[in-house]
T-cell receptor
Framework: KAGVTQTPRYLIKTRGQQVTLSCSPI?????VSWYQQTPGQGLQFLFE???????NKGNFPGRFSGRQFSNSRSEMNVSTLELGDSALYLC????????????FGEGSRLTVL | KNEVEQSPQNLTAQEGEFITINCSYS?????LHWLQQHPGGGIVSLFM???GKKKHGRLIATINIQEKHSSLHITASHPRDSAVYIC???????????FGTGTSLTVIP
């Protein structure tokens, strides 16, 4: 059974640009959640989707958005990138509602120059 | 003040030692997760528990809901256990998910 797949794994952007990250959950998992990890702030919750609906959102500005498709794949978008957005972005999928056992992807490492 | 606090922040142990990592939380959490992160970033879920005790191999996790406290124990530690261990959990309403700051464990052969 394939694990959680995140793409791209690494990317470099410049300030002001936007970025879209993708997460394909484990087959059959309907919940996808996103997290940001930085050396200074550690792991922080971004948002959680279930059956194409954003059910919960962490304390991040509106520049951070996401969506989930009917096949449970999810994307997150960050617009008007800032230097502080440089981070490892992780997604996790689970079967249960809410936040069952989490299966994490390897993450997308974003560097903003 | 962090909603989820872990101790110790750093831990060095000799191979074979019994290790305990503690997690205390100040908010109502519906289920406590213990996660392991190796250098390079990958995170693995070790346990999810809302009451009592769970055991998997050499790892044991316990939780006391009333005291809002959980512990992760590693018996007969091994160098491959070297990693960052993180406790985390969603609030009872599910509208937020809090993480501890992590415990960096190094097991020396």
């Amino acid at each position: 059974k394939a694990g959680v797949t995140q793409t791209p794994r690494y990317l470099i952007k410049t300030r002001g640009q936007q970025v879209t990250l993708s997460c394909s959950p484990i087959s059959g998992h309907r919940s996808v959640s996103w997290y940001q990890q930085t050396p200074g702030q550690g792991l922080q919750f971004l948002f959680e989707y279930f059956s194409e609906t954003q059910r919960n959102k962490g304390n991040f500005p509106g520049r951070f958005s996401g969506r989930q498709f009917s096949n449970s794949r999810s994307e997150m978008n960050v617009s008007t990138l800032e230097l502080g957005d440089s981070a490892l972005y992780l997604c996790a999928s689970s079967t249960e509602v809410p936040y069952g056992e989490l299966f994490f992807g390897e993450g997308s490492r974003l560097t903003v120059l | 003040k962090n909603e989820v606090e872990q101790s110790p922040q750093n831990l060095t142990a000799q191979e074979g030692e019994f290790i305990t990592i503690n997690c205390s939380y100040s908010v109502g959490i519906s289920a406590l997760h213990w996660l392991q992160q190796h250098p390079g970033g990958g995170i693995v879920s070790l346990f999810m528990l809302s009451s009592g005790k769970k055991k998997h191999g050499r790892l044991i996790a316990t939780i006391n809901i009333q005291e809002k406290h959980s512990s992760l124990h590693i018996t007969a530690s091994h160098p491959r256990d070297s990693a960052v261990y993180i406790c985390a959990g969603p609030t009872n309403t599910g509208n937020q998910f809090y993480f501890g700051t992590g415990t960096s464990l190094t097991v020396i052969p």
